[in-house]
């Protein structure tokens, strides 16, 4: 059952066993709304963006091949760097959700994708679709919650070492792609419990080395190498676009679930938890970014985190249409939405990220899982 931690009020007390299971039934209809109504807009949608997409990222490397002159460079990189994004956000982590699975597009489907990321698609796919959207902001359980490298919660022990978070919170940005391999491997436990030997992890690592040397041979061997005298240059246009690309997607996750006011649950929270209290959790622990449409494009709409975290499965281009009926659900039942425009949202959650790598200035408040009963009861008691 869900219950928000460390929260000296709780922000769903006031909600009935009733209300949180018709709450479930609403989102569940609007999602079968729109299962019932995509189709060929939807199609046409996805496949016109990969097209853009691909023209971008042709058309910028072979402008690249003569970044020897600065203009060159700089509409070359600034178009790599889109690309680049757009594969990432907006086409691979939503075709890899199966988003588009529907059509039978063997050329975009979760079971054939593979993305311009250093993770493999398959071991993404695990740490992400199955661990942290089933888990999400769940302590203990969703990784994605600080990628096990930072203190994300009151409730968790402080150490000198949380000292440093925000720097390596800042380096793993920057090199973004390499901590979710790194992450998706679970790395840091495997070693830490001496797995490293491990056949299974083994051959993991493996395929985590194979897709990075591929990577790797693409954007810094093979393309500058077609640029000849502009090598260098090329070489240099493309880091930046790796670093650019990472930073962005780094900070569209971070407001995702670390602003303030995004709630986070015990593992023990969630024991029996029902449909509707999955749905609740996945409203409590998630955040929007408000703009325009071009930047939800950018984020690969994860702008609409809250639409997501509910409705994984169904195209992003509908997020945007369905966020008002979430809203309103929101509203009626005197849920707070958490939303704001992405400078708010980055700025917030890295206050947080700062202020967890400092101790607690006074005892956290917490809800007491062995005799605070689940939201449901609480509501009532």
């Known amino acids: 059952m869900t219950v928000t931690e460390k929260k000296p009020v709780n922000p769903i007390a006031h909600l009935t066993a009733e209300d949180i299971e018709v709450i479930g039934k609403e989102l569940d209809a609007i999602r079968d709304r729109v299962i019932a109504d995509r189709g060929e807009r939807d199609a046409a949608y996805i496949r016109r963006l990969i097209s853009t997409q691909r023209k971008l990222e042709l058309g910028s490397r ?26 990432n956000m907006e086409i691979g982590h939503n075709v890899l959700h199966g988003q588009w699975d529907w059509m039978r597009d063997p050329k975009i489907h979760s079971t ?48 000198p070492m949380h000292l440093g978070q925000p720097l390596w919170n800042f380096v793993n940005a920057c090199f973004f792609e390499y901590g979710i391999a790194a992450y998706d491997l679970e790395l840091g436990r495997n070693l830490r419990k001496g797995r490293h030997k491990d056949p299974e992890f083994r051959a993991r690592a493996r395929a985590v080395g194979r897709k990075i040397r591929r ?72 955040a929007n970014i408000s703009g325009s449409r071009l930047m939800h494009i950018m984020t690969g709409n994860l ?44 700025f917030s959650a890295w206050r947080k990220v700062v202020r967890l790598s400092l101790p607690n200035r006074k005892a956290p408040r917490r809800v007491d899982d062995r005799s605070a009963p689940a939201l449901v009861a609480s509501a009532n008691a």
């Open 215 to 286: 990577q790797v041979l693409k954007d810094y061997v093979l393309h500058p190498l077609l640029s000849g005298p502009s090598f260098l240059h090329t070489l240099a246009a493309t880091f930046t676009a790796n670093v650019l690309r990472n930073l962005w997607s780094h900070s569209v996750i971070m407001c995702g679930h670390f602003p303030e006011g995004v709630e986070t649950f015990s593992k023990r929270s969630i024991e029996g938890e029902t449909r509707g209290e999955w749905y609740l959790r996945q409203m409590l622990g998630s």
């Open 303 to 346: 702008s609409y985190q809250i639409e997501h975290h509910l409705f994984p499965d169904l195209p992003s281009n509908r997020y945007q249409e369905i966020a008002p009926d979430v809203r309103a659900l929101f509203d009626r039942y005197g849920l707070r939405y958490t939303t704001g425009s992405l400078p708010r949202q980055v």
């Open 62 to 87: 072979v402008v690249l091949l003569f970044s020897l002159f600065p203009p060159a460079w700089v509409v070359g990189t600034a178009g790599l760097t889109v690309a680049k994004i757009l594969e």
């Open 112 to 159: 054939t994708w593979e993305w311009d990321m250093a993770s493999p698609a398959e071991q993404w796919k695990h740490s992400h679709n199955e661990l942290h959207h089933t888990y999400t902001n769940v302590l203990g359980k969703d990784n994605d919650l600080g990628y096990g490298i930072m203190r994300v919660d009151e409730d968790q022990r402080w150490h």
